[in-house]
Structures are given as structure tokens and as C-alpha cells.
């Protein structure tokens, strides 16, 4: 990395027992081989730990695939890591609950094959009831047809939903995923990164048969 490239993290930590979205249980941490009971399989001295985590797949800052949504859709290995890493970014700064075709406007030649990142400020409310709040922010369904259209790489945001939860037949995940065009929930940090002019990445584990899974995402900010 070059010396004057900062890295902003972009996820919140899992930690064991936490809650990442309404009615869905947290991880459970715990050894699979403690360092206590590793001594007496290696040679004096050398100890390790063997860690076990149970989860939803839907735990801290995650990828949504077409899979997610669609029954035969692109699963966790099956997008291209062109989609997910190394991406020019643009942040779009939404001032209100419903995200709408007004704040996307001024975007509409810098969004295709770039990661959109939504920045609603929803993050500061994690690991708080009102995180799960019904009046959080959300894309609404205009925006995703928008969007879409656009062909952006992949499209985050940092609240709990992309949709409106109350809205049970989810316009932005059934537009942006029927688009090919995963989805990133639940990020974090974007208040620290400029509109435009970085780099970002987040990619899954590539498992075959699940259409999500918790992301380590990040960027790089030059200097």
C-alpha cells in the first residue's frame, strides 16, 4: 500500500450474543479447542485456540446476492470479485428518511460500475433498540429503479434495511438484486470518507449456496 493511502474500516465488530437485525439471533463465540486442553497435543510451550462461531448469515455488516432474493440467482461464489473490490467509491449524502431520486441526481455519470454508498448517519444508533426502529432510513423504490438502471457495481448502506421494513415486498432488494447488483447493509464509517476519489472493497467468503454473508469492508483514501 502506498505510504500516504489511509484505510477507513467500514464494518462493525461481531461479537458474541449481539443483535444485528430485528428477531434474529446473535452469534454465538465460543473454542472449538480451548488453549488450555491444545497443551497436551503439541510440544511444551506451543498452545493455539480453535474458535467455533454458530450464526445467521445475516450477522453485522453483510453482502446480500441475487440468491438472497431469487431462487437461482447468483450465490456468494458466484459474483465476481471485479463486482466487489477494488472499486472506485462515490458516497451519496441522503438528508432525510426516504432516499430518493433527488439525491442520486447529481451522481448520474459517476455511478456506473462504482460502489454507490449510501450514508444516512442511521450507524450511530448500533447496538441500540432504536437501531431497529421502523423510521430508519431507506432507498426507496423510484431510487432502485434509478439505480439499477445506472448499473452501479454494488450498492451499500448504513442502515439497518435497505428497504423500508414496513414494506413487505421489498422494492430495493427485488430491483437491485434482480439487476445483478448485490447489496451491502449495515455499514459503517462513511461520515470519514470524502464524496468521491477512494477505493473500496468488500468482498464475502465465496460459499456456494448462500446469498449472504458478513463482509470486512473498507477503503482507501489517498492523500
Known amino acids: 500500500m502506498v505510504a500516504d493511502t489511509k484505510v477507513f474500516d467500514l464494518s462493525h465488530v461481531v461479537e458474541d450474543g449481539m443483535t444485528t437485525y430485528p428477531g434474529l439471533p446473535g452469534p454465538a463465540i465460543a473454542d472449538h479447542l480451548s488453549r488450555d486442553d491444545s497443551r497436551g497435543r503439541y510440544a511444551p510451550g506451543t498452545e493455539?485456540?480453535?474458535?467455533r462461531i454458530t450464526m445467521v448469515a445475516n450477522t453485522g455488516t453483510y453482502l446480500d446476492?441475487?440468491?438472497?432474493r431469487f431462487d437461482?440467482?447468483?450465490?456468494?461464489?458466484?459474483?465476481?470479485?471485479?463486482?466487489l473490490v477494488d472499486l472506485d467509491g462515490i458516497v451519496i449524502r441522503a438528508g432525510r428518511r426516504?432516499?430518493?431520486?433527488?439525491?442520486?441526481?447529481r451522481f448520474r455519470d459517476r455511478i456506473a460500475g462504482r460502489a454507490v454508498l449510501v450514508h444516512t448517519g442511521w450507524d450511530r444508533h448500533w447496538g441500540t433498540a432504536r437501531y431497529a426502529d421502523p423510521d430508519h432510513p431507506y432507498l426507496t423504490a423510484e431510487a432502485t429503479e434509478w439505480l439499477a438502471a445506472l448499473g452501479p457495481a454494488v450498492v451499500g448502506i448504513d442502515s439497518v434495511n435497505i428497504d423500508d421494513m414496513a414494506?413487505?415486498?421489498?422494492?430495493?432488494?427485488?430491483?437491485?438484486?434482480?439487476?445483478?447488483?448485490?447489496?451491502?447493509?449495515?455499514?459503517?464509517?462513511?461520515?470519514?470518507?470524502?464524496?468521491?476519489d477512494f477505493r473500496f472493497h468488500g468482498a464475502p467468503i465465496a460459499v456456494a449456496g448462500m446469498g449472504t454473508f458478513p463482509i470486512r469492508a473498507y477503503a482507501l483514501v489517498s492523500e
Open 65 to 68: 446476492a441475487p440468491f438472497h
Open 48 to 51: 493455539f485456540q480453535i474458535g
Open 72 to 83: 437461482g440467482g447468483a450465490d456468494l461464489a458466484a459474483i465476481p470479485l471485479s463486482r
Open 98 to 105: 426516504e432516499v430518493g431520486v433527488a439525491e442520486l441526481t
Open 167 to 196: 414494506d413487505l415486498s421489498r422494492p430495493a432488494h427485488t430491483g437491485l438484486l434482480a439487476a445483478g447488483i448485490p447489496i451491502i447493509e449495515h455499514l459503517t464509517g462513511l461520515d470519514l470518507l470524502p464524496d468521491r
